[in-house]
């Protein structure tokens, strides 16, 4: 069974940049999608960005594009999210996610695929 851990959240002023990294093991990391979701207080959860397993197949929402950029280091068993011009809107707890499931090379899966959750880290912008 896979877990993930991420890291890297914390406290900024609005304008900052911060990057959230996401440690999995337990299964073969390069084999499937990877994506972060985030959880603001009163929300749902949603999809921010996700990766195949061609780290070239991205995926990202419509309001976030130019800001967010999502990376993997199959090496080190890592996704990235990279958070720039962070605005208060961004504050929300973000997830990684997994899908269960093994996916195409470059199909990112939908999200309500992703089944396998982290606990999350809090990221928090200040105006």
């Known amino acids: 069974q896979v877990q993930l851990v991420e890291s890297g959240g914390g406290l900024v002023q609005a304008g900052r940049s911060l990057r959230l990294s996401c440690i999995a093991s337990?299964?073969?990391?390069?084999?499937?999608?990877m994506a972060w979701f985030r959880q603001a207080p009163g929300k749902e959860r949603d999809l921010v960005a996700a990766?195949?397993?061609?780290?070239?197949?991205?995926y990202y929402a419509d309001s976030l594009k130019g800001r967010f950029t999502i990376s993997r280091d199959n090496a080190k068993n890592t996704v990235y999210l990279q958070m720039n011009g962070l605005k208060p809107e961004d504050t929300a707890v973000y997830y990684c996610?997994?899908?269960?499931?093994?996916?195409?090379?470059?199909?990112?899966?939908?999200?309500?695929?992703?089944?396998?959750w982290g606990q999350g880290t809090q990221v928090t912008v200040s105006s």
């Open positions: 996610a997994t899908p269960s499931k093994g996916s195409a090379w470059s199909q990112v899966p939908l999200a309500h695929e992703y089944d396998c």
């Open positions: 337990g299964r073969t990391f390069s084999s499937y999608a």
């Open positions: 990766v195949s397993r061609n780290p070239y197949s991205t």
